[in-house]
């Protein structure tokens, strides 16, 4: 009753809803996302300006996607809870941003918002097979690589590649200055945000991908990622796609016994090798990090942005008091008059939403949690429906989630279009299921009884 797709680890339930998948999906809806994903590896080079909150090709993307998709947005509005959540915030949000010290700001941040959300929404009701989310992957990684390969040639002098490291941005350490790299970005934390979703989605594919060569082409591309990344000095968005692959690799029941044992010393030996090269032909960058993290007995050298970003929070946290309806999508006021970006997402939304924020952030974490937990799961049924598909959208979203920590990353459109990746798993495999067991005949010779059995936790089986 169940198999899986041709050269992929994905489940699908046999001769069911491939023929019916709509043709919009097939051929509209999913060329859409995959020049989508990789466009947005480009930054700047897609929009009408420089400035990162500009609008572009990108944008126009966007909007033709959801508009095409109105009908499935109106759909995941009315019957997913987290939409719900998601559009009580939107709502709430319209007050205290008309009432911002900075309304046109706010207002637009909202809005920005507002479209990510019914991407999110559209992609939640999107019919897509297993190698059509690999596609998507496949398309992430060439941009990633390209764009990241490069700012790599046009920091290192080899090619002057227009359009690319145009900030002249540098990190002070000691009485040098170490220049950093921004690629196509307005903002190196704006890169380290999008690419930090395909650097450890890419290195999930390989660490878990079956195919050689696949794995082979997912580590040029991830690697090549960090490598651009490091150059620009972003701590968190190098650190953060580390620690989730690391993670994924120390506790996924996809690794056992001897597998995961020579995983880990594959990675321990790749590991080594890349911080050698680094050592070897960015000593100076090397230096950075060692001052960062205090490595080179210079645990001063950043205290100065760790203190800013608590700063940032506590400035939030008192506004609870002076304005409890909140302050939209402004920009944080810190003592002495000085307005800042909340370099925080959740910082970002207890600044513009006040005391609701309280209420809503809780109830967002509890909404989503269960999109995230089959991965982990550790039941041989619901286990072997788990994709390498699943397990990189899930740490490309954790990883875009530790960068956002110390930015304010909300606005990262391949992100919100991952979580409708996890929302369409979970919806699709529900519907999938109940399809299965209209089907069983009396003597219940199918087996989708028991996958019934493994309840809507599964949730991670598209229709294919």
Not at 166 to 172: A, Q
Not at 287 to 307: C, I, M, P, Q
Not at 404 to 410: K, L, P, Y
Request: glycine share 8%; proline share 3%.
């Amino acid at each position: 009753m169940w198999e899986s797709t041709p050269g992929m680890t994905y489940a699908q339930p046999a001769n069911r809803m491939v023929a019916s998948r709509p043709i919009m999906d097939r051929y509209v809806l999913f060329p859409l996302l995959c020049l989508y994903v990789t466009i947005v590896q480009f930054g700047s080079l897609g929009r009408f300006s420089d400035v990162e909150s500009s609008y572009g090709l990108s944008t126009g993307i966007v909007v033709v996607f959801v508009l095409l998709g109105a009908k499935r947005l109106l759909w995941a509005a009315i019957s997913e809870r987290v939409f719900w959540v998601l559009g009580a915030l939107i709502l709430y949000l319209i007050l205290p941003s008309v009432l911002s010290p900075e309304p046109v700001r706010a207002l637009l941040m909202l809005f920005q918002l507002l479209c990510y959300v019914a991407l999110a929404a559209v992609v939640s009701r999107t019919q897509l097979s297993g190698s059509q989310v690999f596609l998507i992957w496949m398309c992430i990684a060439v941009g990633l690589f390209l764009s990241a390969a490069l700012t790599i040639i046009d920091f290192a002098g080899i090619v002057d590649v227009p359009y690319n490291n145009n900030l002249w941005l540098s990190t002070k350490v000691g009485v040098d200055r170490v220049e950093q790299a921004s690629g196509f970005f307005a903002r190196r934390s704006g890169m380290a945000a999008i690419f930090s979703i395909g650097i450890a989605g890419s290195l999930v594919f390989a660490l878990a991908h079956k195919s050689i060569a696949i794995r082979f082409f997912f580590l040029v591309a991830g690697s090549t990622g960090l490598l651009c990344v490091f150059l620009t000095h972003n701590r968190s968005g190098v650190l953060g796609s580390l620690a989730v692959v690391s993670a994924y690799a120390l506790i996924s029941p996809r690794f056992r016994g001897l597998r995961r044992i020579g995983m880990l010393m594959a990675s321990i030996v790749i590991g080594i090798a890349f911080l050698l090269f680094i050592i070897r032909y960015y000593p100076q960058h090397a230096a950075v990090y060692g001052a960062k993290l205090g490595l080179l007995g210079s645990a001063e050298f950043n205290r100065e942005s760790d203190h800013l970003r608590i700063d940032l929070f506590l400035a939030a946290l008192e506004s609870l008091g002076s304005k409890p309806l909140g302050n939209g999508f402004s920009l944080v006021e810190l003592p002495g008059g000085v307005w800042m970006s909340a370099h925080n997402v959740v910082t970002a939304i207890i600044w513009a939403a006040g005391v609701f924020s309280l209420v809503w952030l809780p109830l967002f974490a509890a909404t989503i949690f269960s999109y995230f937990m089959p991965g982990l799961s550790r039941r041989r049924e619901v286990r072997k429906l788990v994709t390498v598909e699943h397990d990189a959208v899930v740490c490309g979203l954790f990883a875009w989630l530790a960068n956002g920590m110390t930015h304010n990353s909300i606005q990262t459109g391949l992100a919100w279009l991952f979580f409708g990746v996890l929302i369409a798993d979970r919806y699709f495999s529900a519907r999938s299921m109940r399809e299965s067991e209209n089907g069983v005949d009396a003597a219940g010779e199918s087996s989708a009884g028991e996958f019934a059995s493994v309840g809507r936790e599964s949730a991670t089986v598209r229709s294919g």
